[in-house]
């Protein structure tokens, strides 16, 4: 078994996808992407990899501009909800995001208690 230091940082993210889907199973998809909206890591269909780490990106920039022009401090997630489930983005170090996509009836509030935890897990390497 590899130790840390001998894993590549693709691994290491592709090891807390794992981590967070184990820990919320109804997750329909979970991505690593920079904040220039490249993909690193993720779970979801090829196919739509590149599309879904642009727009978690664009999401983020957004978020970004409406915290600052309306003075409410620094971005730090953003949730779209819509009539099938939800994507959620969150700010993981000042270049990292993590996007998740989950169903309608998903458990929001554990959706944010982990993917936080695993934002800040993978910060480090965005710095």
């Not at 894993?7 to 592709?14: C, G, N």
């Not at 994507?87 to 009836?105: D, E, H, I, N, T």
């Not at 935890?117 to 993978?122: M, P, S």
């Amino acid at each position: 078994m590899e130790t840390t230091s001998q894993q590549s940082t693709k691994d290491i993210f592709i090891n807390k996808i794992r981590e967070l889907r184990q820990s919320v199973p109804e997750l329909q998809g979970v991505m690593v992407t920079a904040i220039d909206g490249l993909p690193i890591a993720f779970d979801f269909p090829d196919t739509e990899a590149s599309r879904i780490a642009a727009m978690a990106a664009t999401a983020i920039g957004i978020g970004k501009r409406i915290s600052e022009s309306t003075d409410l401090g620094d971005f730090k997630e953003m949730v779209v909800q819509s009539s099938k489930g939800y994507l959620v983005v969150y700010k993981s170090g000042p270049s990292g995001v993590l996007a998740v996509q989950a169903p309608s009836l998903a458990n929001l509030g554990l959706i944010h208690l982990e993917a936080r935890t695993t934002a800040e897990a993978i910060a480090d390497f965005f710095y």
